[in-house]
């Protein structure tokens, strides 16, 4: 039986938090000004999108908006990703901002407020780099980026299969009970 979750989705997000970490160290080794590779960005779409795409097959979200939104929204987002990539004055931050773009309208389909604030600040540090021609900075709004993907993977995480809980040290059965228990007692005739 499947059922529909809107915290299914915390493998995507984790997928991103991992694009934004491996493309903010490959940028950075590479040496580009701000700390943005768009050749990264869409090579590790196009591969986070597509295990995304087969995690969302097998374990659905809630997909509260027609299908045809959704189709919309992926090849959207991918053609935004390629042509973002190829405009010289974006410096490589073109798909960066694509992407927390197409999280907030993920978030407005799935009617979850918290997706639409998440890809509100991704997109924004993505602007924050493009503007902002520096090496550290853009490799720290890539660590910040990638921890609000971190931080919101784990939220949704927790919303689908909630919190461990400690282990009680007595029966919960006996929880409440004002009786004294001798455990010699129940042995003696």
């Not at 039986?1 to 950075?28: C, D, E, Q, R």
């Not at 295990?51 to 090849?75: C, E, M, Q, T, V």
């Not at 073109?94 to 197409?102: D, E, M, N, R």
């Not at 609000?148 to 059965?173: C, M, W």
Request: net charge positive.
């Amino acid at each position: 039986m499947k059922t529909k979750h809107i915290g299914n989705n915390w493998v995507p997000m984790l997928g991103l938090s991992l694009l934004f970490l491996v493309s903010g160290a490959i940028s950075m080794v590479a040496g580009r000004g701000n700390g943005a590779f768009a050749g990264v960005f869409v090579v590790g779409t196009l591969v986070v999108g597509a295990a995304s795409a087969g995690w969302l097959w097998k374990h659905p979200s809630w997909w509260l908006a027609p299908r045809n939104h959704y189709l919309y929204l992926a090849g959207g987002t991918l053609l935004g990703v390629l042509l973002s990539a190829l405009i010289p004055f974006l410096h490589g931050c073109g798909p960066w901002v694509v992407l927390g773009a197409a999280i907030v309208t993920y978030g407005k389909f799935e009617r979850f407020r918290f997706l639409m604030t998440l890809g509100g600040s991704v997109a924004f540090a993505g602007l924050l780099a493009m503007v902002i021609q520096a090496d550290v900075l853009g490799g720290a709004l890539h660590l910040l980026s990638a921890g609000i993907l971190a931080f919101a993977a784990n939220k949704l995480y927790v919303l689908r299969h909630g919190t461990r809980r400690e282990s009680q040290d007595s029966d919960p059965g006996f929880i409440g009970s004002f009786e004294e228990f001798d455990p010699e007692e129940a042995l003696r005739p």
